[in-house]
């Protein structure tokens, strides 16, 4: 039976959008596959790792009738990338093989049966709703994500949390070490909703969302998430758990304040950075009137350091930092100047946007 005919494009797009959670590696064998369905002339192509589900829908297909099967994700995937642009596909089923021929070439492959494919169970209907840009909700998530925990055995801080509420949106993450928050203000109200994304999830919404005005809606369950844009549809689990209290960990009234180029900030941390302590990467930032030391020391006695001219009127302070904290969020930043905001040398640094009330950036400090 004749699948779908199509440009390679039309095919490859929607499949390489849900190949992203498929895992090479897994007990159940159909999940290293993706289910191919048609359905009166729309192709869509489903990938899941029973955590997060993704749906990508095309209708560049002529074909009218219902079919489905499930093969390997990675070989189609790799089959399709090697064949040259512009080909024309066709992809046929055949006692539980598919073929696809694309000019000279053919390739017969094994399938498993569709209706053994785990799909989650969505919920009859979501409680909350949210509509905000493709480039708003990349913007956010790239503010915060590279805070997240990873493997960490508290397992709510390998994640993000979005807090919903009247008229504003918020995402925080934090590994126990640092912690960012973004946030946007809404022009609609919404009754407030705190939910867990899974680390994961937050990756491959990076990852499809585009830089465009195109919305995105997000549907809010009781213990399931769902984004839909673009033809795609991202289902997610959320991960059950108490986030720690963000508000108790931003400092308030700090006395010692700079602001400073992004930019020449984290060039200044880079060149450091090349001769800090491998295993500890620590980082000592040296405050005194109008001026900034860098200083970065490993086992071998070397040393780097780096001197700025800013604006300061503090006090005197000599504090260290892990210097791949501070170079996480100087990188996803895209402001001109961050604002640095200091107690003393045992207190946390705030990092903030001038301008901007709800970007905030807290790092403990390290004894150097």
Do not use: W
Request: proline share 3%.
């Amino acid at each position: 039976m004749l699948l779908v005919q199509a440009d390679k494009d039309a095919i490859l797009k929607p499949l390489q959008a849900v190949t992203g959670i498929v895992e090479r590696k897994h007990t159940l064998p159909i999940l290293s596959n993706v289910l191919i369905e048609i359905t009166e002339g729309r192709l869509s192509f489903l990938a899941t790792d029973l955590e997060v589900q993704i749906t990508s829908v095309t209708t560049n297909t002529d074909v009218q009738h219902s079919a489905a099967v499930t093969i390997s994700a990675k070989k189609l995937q790799d089959i399709l990338r090697a064949l040259p642009d512009g080909a024309i596909i066709s992809v046929e089923t055949k006692d539980r093989r598919l073929q696809l021929t694309a000019g000279k070439s053919a390739f017969n492959l094994q399938t498993l049966p569709a209706e053994d494919f785990p799909k989650l169970a969505l919920p009859d209907g979501f409680n909350a709703q949210v509509r905000i840009s493709q480039k708003l909700l990349k913007h956010l998530f790239n503010q915060v994500q590279y805070a997240m925990a990873q493997q960490d055995i508290r397992y709510y801080l390998n994640g993000l949390m979005l807090v919903i509420e009247e008229g504003s949106i918020k995402v925080v993450a934090t590994d126990g070490h640092r912690l960012s928050l973004g946030g946007i203000d809404l022009d609609h109200g919404q009754d407030r909703r705190e939910i867990i994304l899974p680390r994961k999830t937050v990756i491959e919404m990076v990852k499809l969302l585009s830089d465009s005005d195109e919305e995105v809606l997000i549907d809010i369950g009781r213990n399931l998430v769902m984004f839909s844009f673009a033809g795609i549809n991202l289902v997610s689990k959320i991960i059950e758990g108490k986030f720690p209290d963000y508000n108790r960990v931003i400092p308030e009234n700090y006395g010692n304040h700079m602001v400073i180029d992004r930019l020449a900030l984290l060039q200044a941390l880079q060149r450091a950075a090349i001769l800090s302590n491998e295993r500890f990467r620590g980082v000592r930032l040296v405050l005194t009137q109008n001026n900034l030391r860098i200083i970065c020391s490993n086992t071998e006695q070397e040393e780097a350091q780096e001197e700025m001219e800013i604006t300061y009127s503090g006090d005197p302070l000599d504090i260290g930092f892990n210097v791949t904290y501070l170079l996480d969020v100087l990188n996803n930043l895209d402001s001109k100047e961050v604002g640095c905001s200091f107690g003393d040398a045992n207190s946390s640094c705030l990092i903030t946007i001038p301008g901007n009330n709800h970007f905030k950036y807290v790092v403990m400090p390290m004894r150097i």
